[in-house]
Nanobody, 124 residues
Framework: QVHLEESGGGLVQAGGSLRLSCTAS????????MGWFRQAPGKEREFVAG????????YYADSVKGRFIISRDNAKITIFLQMNNLQPEDTAVYYC?????????????????WGQGTQVTVSS
């Protein structure tokens, strides 16, 4: 069992930055592929970024490529999502998720564990 907890959300103006954190308890991230997802009101949960089990490869949604960076700190059992040049369309609840598979699949229903989410609001 893995318990995930996100933090770092908030309100920011367009063009600003935020860094989200996701801390795991129970097990280290080295045993899981990890992903960040987001869900805006009335929309489906969508993949944002992720990395393979072991962290060798990272993946990004086209909408955030070049602006967001996913990283992790195995020693602290934490992963991060650095979000730069935020835009109003980035407004959503952001979730981190873990899957026992090797790849950070873009399909939210293939993840085994989820955090409770953190709200990110970008004003224009």
């Amino acid at each position: 069992q893995v318990h995930l907890e996100e933090s770092g959300g908030g309100l920011v103006q367009a063009g600003g930055s935020l860094r989200l954190s996701c801390t795991a308890s129970g097990r280290t991230f080295s045993n899981y592929a990890m992903g960040w997802f987001r869900q805006a009101p009335g929309k489906e949960r969508e993949f944002v970024a992720g990395f393979t089990r072991g962290g060798e490869n990272t993946y990004y949604a086209d909408s955030v490529k070049g602006r967001f960076i996913i990283s992790r700190d195995n020693a602290k059992i934490t992963i991060f999502l650095q979000m730069n040049n935020l835009q109003p369309e980035d407004t959503a609840v952001y979730y981190c998720a873990a899957t026992g598979g090797y790849y950070a699949t873009r399909k939210f229903d293939e993840y085994d564990y989820w955090g409770q989410g953190t709200q990110v609001t970008v004003s224009s």
